[in-house]
């Protein structure tokens, strides 16, 4: 069983910065591609940031673009997000998961493994 764990979240003032981790372990796969999900209050789980097996591919969402950085580790099995210049509109519990190929248009359309998530405050 592929399992996630994720960390990091915290309370934070508008423009601060926080840097999530998702940690892999039980039968880990050779090649996958992680998704880091946000769902704020009242609102929708949307995709913020997906990343390649081996970290070629990423993608944002619009409104996260040159703020957040997503990467990978493989020798620790852990996938981070930086968040910088963090604003309220990025509250949220934070997830993530193993979704399709990164490079898909799609790619957050679907997850089969997730982790329990994170919660990030942005508030003054």
């Known amino acids: 069983q592929l399992q996630f764990v994720e960390s990091g979240g915290g309370l934070v003032q508008p423009g601060g910065s926080l840097r999530l981790s998702c940690a892999a372990s039980?039968?880990?796969?050779?090649?996958?591609?992680i998704g880091w999900f946000r769902q704020a209050p009242g609102k929708e789980r949307e995709g913020v940031s997906c990343?390649?097996?081996?970290?070629?591919?990423?993608k944002y969402l619009d409104s996260v673009k040159g703020r957040f950085t997503i990467s990978r580790d493989n020798a620790k099995n852990t996938v981070y997000l930086q968040m910088n210049s963090l604003k309220p509109e990025d509250t949220g519990v934070y997830y993530c998961?193993?979704?399709?190929?990164?490079?898909?248009?799609?790619?957050?359309?679907?997850?089969?493994?997730w982790g329990q998530g994170t919660q990030v405050t942005v508030s003054s």
């Open positions: 039980g039968f880990i796969p050779d090649l996958y591609a």
């Open positions: 990343i390649s097996s081996n970290g070629s591919r990423t």
């Open positions: 998961a193993r979704v399709p190929l990164c490079g898909s248009s799609t790619w957050a359309a679907r997850g089969d493994y």
